[in-house]
Nanobody, 130 residues
Framework: QVQLVESGGGSVQAGGSLRLSCVAS????????MGWFRQAPGKEREFVASIFRSGGSTYSATYYVDSVKGRFTISRDNTKNLVYLQMNSLQPEDTAVYYCAAALFLSPALVADRSRYNYWGQGTQVTVSS
């Protein structure tokens, strides 16, 4: 079992920044691929970003949905069991509940597939006003 707890959400004006954090407990964090999803009211939960486990190297592959490329950055700190989502140039359309997720098995072609993620956090609200 893996427990995930998100933090860092809040309310900002358009153009502002937030950094979301997700702390994992339970099994070995470095074994998991990690992802961020979001769900806006009345919409399906959608993929935002993912970061793969490093496999012993210092490099972890990252993937982003097109709408956040160049604005959001996902990173991880395996020593602290943390995954981050740095969000810059926020827009009202970024308003959603943001969820952290962990996957034991994942391929680049399936990063956006919610069913591939084994564990989910409870979410943190991000509200961007114009």
């Amino acid at each position: 079992q893996v427990q995930l707890v998100e933090s860092g959400g809040g309310s900002v004006q358009a153009g502002g920044s937030l950094r979301l954090s997700c702390v994992a407990s339970g099994r070995t964090f470095s074994d998991y691929h990690m992802g961020w999803f979001r769900q806006a009211p009345g919409k399906e939960r959608e993929f935002v970003a993912s970061i793969f486990r490093s496999g012993g190297s210092t490099y972890s592959a990252t993937y982003y949905v097109d709408s956040v490329k160049g604005r959001f950055t996902i990173s991880r700190d395996n020593t602290k069991n943390l995954v981050y989502l740095q969000m810059n140039s926020l827009q009202p359309e970024d308003t959603a509940v943001y969820y952290c997720a962990a996957a034991l098995f994942l391929s680049p072609a399936l990063v956006a597939d919610r069913s591939r993620y084994n564990y989910w956090g409870q979410g943190t609200q991000v509200t961007v006003s114009s």
